[in-house]
């Protein structure tokens, strides 16, 4: 197998680790290395658990250096050992459960983990990747009550007696500001309270031309088969016991599937699990069944919305970029955050993302009042047609006392990089002028 160079191989710290085991810590564990003086050579392992060797190597250098770097601080098993020297191992934090009925102003501060009844729900759907490492590092998954998740969640319970075209707020706020951790804190609120909850964490994995698609034919439209399917089975899982009672309201055609009236809803969205090539009309068919019907409100949620209003990654078979209102899934999710279609009672509730500058839109940050649009530059009107009516809410940086109480909950956590004090804290705060990300890697790595 070819060479490659070190130079272009992401490291670990390298100013406590020695070559060898910088060079073992970009490798995979399921191949043995060969370390020369400027290249490392991936030999795979046979059936028999031999190792060969690529062509004009020698072992010698790997053997002489196997037992030095075993026992050195940057080598792979000695990494936590290295850590023990600077960190207290994390151990769990014993908090309350983020019931309804907490959402108070009086609990504003307070950290609060997902309930017991809730956690099933969301591992359904992966957790935002950010967010994700903070609840990697502190067990069990909590977030701290702040004033807008009070604000926020006032708006939304205001929401289960009226249509959704009425609640159409998108979470904008400072790069790290907490805009995914408060639609997060939303969805294991509606979870809570009963509702529908169809939650979207990634929505650029709906862009990336991850997914496989194909265009419909004698029309300008594209369906993902595989990501209507997966969809259809997170909703079965997340609201298995909402739905239980819900069925079709009249006969419907899906696939080449026969559905008759009064079709239990859960078993309707099996069909899309199992067939794929049916999934996008049975998402169809349940949005607009769980739109009808007036007993449960429906939160749709989505996160890094911005990708919904650019480009995607997918190309059309004359090499151009498709639109996203092209590609049938989120076209239907944009009928609903646009409002030309609309759930009977719920809410839409999205949240952009910035952390990767390139997915960043020009049409939703002009549609929002975030950018002066250029009188010189002229948006796609098929993007903006879908931002009309949009609510933008603010999400600040931490208050003091919201900073407070997380640098509480990190102490506890063992997850501090210094000594725990009021002088810290404030340098921490200070340094991160309150920004919840910022706060979170100061804090957490000592940065």
């Known amino acids: 197998m070819a060479a490659r160079s070190l130079g272009l191989t992401p490291l670990l710290n390298r100013t406590s680790q020695s070559f060898t085991a910088r060079a073992r810590a970009a490798i995979p564990a399921q191949y043995a290395n060969y370390v020369t003086a400027s290249t490392v050579v991936y030999a795979a392992k046979s059936k028999k658990g031999a190792v060969t060797k690529a062509k004009g190597q020698s072992n010698s250098f790997r053997k002489k250096k196997a037992a030095e770097d075993d026992q050195g601080e940057g080598a792979i098993g000695g990494a936590n050992r290295l850590n023990e020297k600077y960190y207290m191992p994390p151990t769990p934090v014993k908090v309350e459960e983020f019931l309804p009925s907490l959402a108070t102003k009086e609990n504003v501060g307070q950290i609060l983990g997902f309930p017991s009844t809730v956690i099933p729900a969301l591992s359904q759907t992966a957790y935002p990747t950010l967010l994700n490492e903070q609840f990697n590092l502190i067990k069990p998954a909590a977030l701290a009550i702040r004033e807008p998740t009070v604000s926020l969640l006032e708006k939304v319970d205001n929401a289960m007696k009226t249509p959704s075209a009425e609640t159409r707020i998108v979470l904008t706020g400072n790069t790290g500001s907490g805009k995914s951790a408060l639609l997060l804190q939303t969805v294991s609120h509606c979870l809570s309270a009963g509702w529908v909850v169809i939650y979207v964490p990634r929505a650029s994995t709906w862009m990336d031309s991850s997914s496989a698609y194909s265009k419909v034919p004698g029309s300008a439209m594209f369906v993902q088969p595989s990501l209507a399917s997966t969809l259809a089975g997170q909703i079965i899982n997340t609201n298995r016991s909402v739905l239980t009672n819900l069925v079709t309201s009249a006969d419907v055609r899906v696939g080449r599937h026969d559905v008759a009236k009064g079709a239990p809803l859960l078993e309707f969205l099996e069909i899309g699990v199992k067939d794929p090539f049916a999934a996008q009309d049975v998402m169809e068919v349940f949005l607009n069944e769980i739109g009808a019907q007036k007993e449960i409100p429906t939160l749709l949620a989505v996160d ?33 955050i646009s409002g ?82 009021e002088k810290l804290f404030l340098s921490k705060f200070i340094a991160s002028d309150g920004n919840p990300r910022k706060f979170f890697t100061a804090c957490a790595k000592g940065v």
């Open 304 to 336: 890094e919305i911005n990708n919904f209003f650019r480009p995607t990654q997918y190309l059309s078979h004359e090499g151009k970029e498709i639109d996203p209102d092209q590609l049938k899934l989120p076209n239907l999710f944009l009928n609903y």
């Open 340 to 421: 030309k279609k609309s759930l009977n009672h719920g809410a839409v509730l999205t949240a952009t993302s910035d952390h990767m500058l390139e997915k960043k839109s020009e049409v939703l940050e002009a549609a929002l009042g975030l950018k002066q649009a250029s009188p010189y530059k002229q948006f796609p009107q098929n993007l903006a047609s879908w931002t009309q009516g949009l609510t933008k809410f603010e999400v600040p940086n931490y208050t003091r006392q919201e900073a407070k109480s997380i640098f509480d909950y990190y102490k506890k956590g063992n997850v501090l990089f210094d000594v725990p004090s």
